[in-house]
């Protein structure tokens, strides 16, 4: 998903309108800027993005089912799955922003031969961030980042709670 992440965050960030459709700017982006160097830009983000998410959605969505079942908030069914659903999405968000807004970075800056990007990796992106906006600058579009993260969420710890009933598995 990266050469369509590259260009879905080149295109957000288009303030002239003058790119062009989407797999024009792919040819484009692989001709000027390199398949590899220029396409797969911002790989690293995406990977650690995903595996944040994926870590925080599901040990939050653990953690918080429990912990209201224990506190007797709670029973088993929906009203439960959909609450540790909505703080799932919010960890997730929460863990997630930080290595969204260094991949956004680096994918937006186009790569030049011969020039050193200003944003070129993980750690480097972090400090230039930390050290010009401090921490609130990694918590950049948090809000529109839950508010696509959170229904994605619950919709599918919802779903897996159901298919878990009708296969006859006791929830966990």
């Known amino acids: 998903t990266t050469p369509f992440d590259v260009a879905k965050v080149r295109l957000q960030t288009d303030t002239q309108n003058s790119l062009p459709n989407t797999f024009v700017l792919l040819y484009r982006i692989g001709r000027d800027e390199g398949l590899i160097k220029g396409l797969w830009r911002g790989v690293g983000p995406n990977v650690a993005r995903a595996t944040l ?73 972090l400090g230039l961030i930390l050290k010009s906006e401090g921490v609130p600058g990694l918590y950049k579009g948090w809000f529109p980042n839950w508010c696509r993260i959170a229904p994605h969420t619950c919709i599918t710890f919802l779903l897996f709670e159901q298919f878990r009933r009708l296969c006859g598995i006791n929830p966990i």
Do not use: C
């Open 53 to 125: 998410t994926t870590a925080a959605q599901i040990s939050s969505y653990d953690h918080s089912k429990h912990l209201m079942l224990e506190a007797g908030w709670l029973r088993e069914g929906p009203a439960l799955h959909f609450l540790s659903s909505v703080v799932a999405g919010f960890s997730a968000a929460t863990a997630n922003n930080p290595v969204d807004v260094v991949k956004s970075r680096m994918q937006a800056e186009a790569v030049k031969a011969g020039v050193t990007p200003k944003h070129r990796n993980i750690p480097q992106v």
